[in-house]
């Protein structure tokens, strides 16, 4: 099979473009994307976020790592060269999804530096939000609900984050949340406090 380009695709011009649904919407639409490691509560914010914004009337989607590949991803594994395609497919469906007006909380470990750049490059400046969840591993892995570290340190899982593959810290995230310190309400109130003073939301 040869390679596959995009050479006679068409871009079709919209009729309803984004600020057109924002204005609808009213609010702004925006990529929230939370990175670290297993277990420093990306989801579980995330998910918290979305039913305050939901209840407030906001247009919100959660893409979650382990539903993503059971879909999207089902044909991916966990080598680094997956692992980048991974977080590429999810840049662009969070960038669809901006633009059809929702807030997008995406919330994916995304270790690497280069992949994360890659996903913010594809949106404008002030569209992508990363949000640090800084735990420490010990914390991480005192959490370890789904036994993930236990079979990565007996080396069941090969290439797991934080063990035997590497995480890159984010060098300058919009916000960085000490998940391990803080609570999950202490951690809504700061998301919600950052996103309101970017007229995001309304105050």
């Given at each position: 099979m040869?390679?596959i380009?995009?050479q006679n695709?068409?871009?079709?011009?919209p009729?309803v473009?984004?600020?057109?649904?924002?204005?609808?919407?009213?609010?702004?639409?925006?990529?929230i994307w939370f990175?670290?490691?297993?277990g420093?509560?990306?989801s579980?914010l995330?998910?918290?976020?979305?039913?305050v914004?939901h209840?407030n009337n906001?247009?919100?989607f959660v893409?979650?790592?382990?539903?993503?590949?059971?879909?999207?991803?089902?044909?991916l594994?966990f080598?680094?060269?997956?692992r980048?395609?991974?977080?590429r497919r999810?840049?662009?469906?969070?960038?669809l999804m901006?633009?059809?007006g929702?807030?997008?909380?995406?919330?994916?470990i995304?270790p690497?530096?280069?992949?994360?750049?890659?996903?913010?490059?594809l949106?404008?400046?002030g569209?992508?939000?990363e949000?640090?969840c800084?735990t420490?591993?010990?914390i991480?892995?005192s959490?370890?609900?789904?036994?993930?570290?236990?079979?990565?340190r007996?080396g069941?899982i090969?290439?797991?984050?934080?063990?035997?593959?590497?995480?890159?810290?984010?060098?300058a995230?919009?916000?960085?949340?000490?998940?391990?310190a803080?609570?999950?309400?202490d951690?809504?109130k700061?998301?919600?406090?950052?996103i309101?003073k970017?007229?995001?939301?309304?105050?």
């Amino acid at each position: 099979m040869g390679k596959i380009t995009n050479q006679n695709t068409v871009l079709h011009e919209p009729v309803v473009y984004r600020k057109d649904r924002e204005e609808m919407n009213q609010h702004k639409s925006v990529i929230i994307w939370f990175t670290g490691l297993s277990g420093s509560g990306k989801s579980t914010l995330a998910y918290a976020l979305e039913d305050v914004l939901h209840k407030n009337n906001i247009r919100t989607f959660v893409l979650d790592g382990d539903n993503i590949r059971r879909g999207l991803c089902k044909d991916l594994g966990f080598s680094k060269s997956d692992r980048i395609e991974n977080i590429r497919r999810i840049g662009e469906v969070s960038k669809l999804m901006m633009e059809a007006g929702s807030i997008v909380l995406a919330a994916f470990i995304s270790p690497f530096k280069q992949d994360r750049k890659i996903a913010r490059d594809l949106v404008s400046k002030g569209d992508f939000i990363e949000v640090f969840c800084d735990t420490s591993i010990d914390i991480c892995e005192s959490r370890d609900v789904k036994g993930l570290y236990k079979k990565a340190r007996s080396g069941e899982i090969p290439e797991f984050t934080g063990i035997s593959s590497p995480y890159e810290n984010p060098d300058a995230p919009e916000l960085s949340l000490d998940t391990g310190a803080f609570s999950v309400d202490d951690c809504l109130k700061e998301m919600l406090s950052y996103i309101s003073k970017k007229r995001i939301i309304k105050p």
